[in-house]
């Protein structure tokens, strides 16, 4: 599935490289090799899944739209997909997801309600809606065409370790739900078995490390707030923790703080924009380095797609490297 | 002498792509594709140019060093190069350049001899240190070898616009001496008759768009101060003139207000960071749209080492884009 979802992106979804920097080597202790999903189109990982799940669809089931529910990523990916094959998007967003989320999505498109994450679920709006205008549900990461569709970052990242001589290494990834995670655990499993996926995750939000650990899914205390909103998930997915169970290393999990220097580290020494939850895996390597083995660490930045507000606070307590 | 620089660099430059925006379009007005050498190493262009002219010296020369003066980028190109090569630098840089420059230079390995650029002639200071060391100046600009390495940046926009199908298109060149500019000209006059590059500058230092105008090399008023530290130069190359002269468009002069709104739409909408001389050329596409003909435009992003309090200044005053 991985495979044919690559074939239907080929020409449509960025091939993304891997992007190093001395100065990130030398705080790490090792070689870092970052694969920069913030340049995607949309500005995330997610158009990669929106775009697999709305080119899998039959021609006449994607002609009635489609409906998501996404903090934001997940949003635009969906928007950008189905504006590209013409047809309509229904986009349910969390009243306090970034500003600049809600309104990229709705210029994508889109048309997008929005709900309070606190008071109201999603699933139930998500219901309504799916009746009301026979909608098909794109789920954010528990639907096997995204995983699929995620799966292809995992293709990529084994065919340019493969390209560089990297036979060992783990592969951090940003974790939310587990779509990404899961979808390169399986790339890797396939095209390059000495590369291990671990989830990483920030303080607060550590879901599937503890699931991993404890070995039965383990959900947050909380389901919003903290600054890495765009991996905010109650639990790992029902169908990604499988995958993670039988395939990813053990979780890491970073400190907010940790998160914003490797958003101005991003900055400064890869000149790109990361946003806080796309930057937990720079994080975990740059500043967990005793909890990763072997001389190169392979790093997700999943998404780029933050606000001014919050990047120039990483910029005013971290932006000056020298 | 292009195409030999090329063999040179390759596996040693990064072959940055072409991203886009639809944001960007339709701010534009066409499609607007962006040449992201912020991503090269050391976050400039000038990697190319740095290592094409070490890479170039006989062995025996090499050996000896080699000398810069640079406020920055190019500093830290030729640092670099020399390092990969196993011999020292010495860079003469103004007192002013970005601190995160200075620092950078001094990390990648170069010796760094800092001046006063209202006061001193680093052309003096310069000859001094070649007659006492014995080493190899490597000008920034007016030095066929430096431009040959920045002309591999045309070679590469040559070959995407081929593939893409884009025969006809005004190519926007951050210009400061004309090296980038002059190469790229030269590289799209034997690989893409159908595209043309054009200089573009800040206000203030426009003195690539007056010679052009003129037929004659104009200087600036000012050889210090402004937000584009990186494109300032008191007036074009004696060599890299006249082949702008020969093969270049008119020249496009944008505000810093508009440069650093350039930066906040690389930001939010391309998720790159470019410093204000990087963004010249952004900045004329999305601003100067009825001074350029066509459906597409190209722009070079030249570079990102930016300090984090201009950066930060961008996205105070246009950061918000929703």
Known sequence: MIRAAAARLHGHARRTPLLS????????????????????????????GGYSAVSALKDTVRARGVLAFSSGNHAQGVALAAAQHGVPSVIIMPSDAPAMKIANTRALGAEVVLYDRAGESREELGDALQTERNLTL???????????????????????????????????????????????????????SGLRARPCEPEGFDDTARSLASGWIQRNARTSGGLC?????????????????????????????????????????????????GAVALAAALFLANAIDGDDVIVTISGGNVDAAVFSRALADYGDLD
Chains 1, 2 share one sequence.
Do not use: N
Request: glycine letters at 12%; proline letters at 7%.
């Open 229 to 277: 909103d765009a991996i905010v998930t109650p639990q790992p997915g029902e169908i990604t923790f499988p995958i993670m169970q039988r395939l990813c290393g053990p979780g890491l999990v970073v400190t907010e703080d940790e998160v914003l220097q490797a958003m101005a580290l991003a900055w400064g020494r890869l000149k790109l924009v990361a946003e806080p939850g």
């Open 138 to 192: 794109i789920r954010p990461y528990d639907e096997p065409q995204v995983m699929a569709g995620q799966g292809t970052t995992g293709l990529e990242i084994a065919e340019d370790a493969k390209a560089m001589g990297i036979t060992q290494a783990d592969v951090l990834v940003c974790c939310g739900g587990g779509g990404l995670t899961s979808g390169i655990a399986l790339a890797l499993e396939a095209e390059a």
């Open 21 to 48: 920097s001395p100065f990130l080597d030398q705080i790490a202790g090792r070689r870092v090799w970052v694969k920069p999903e913030c340049l995607q189109h949309t500005g995330s990982f997610k158009y990669r």
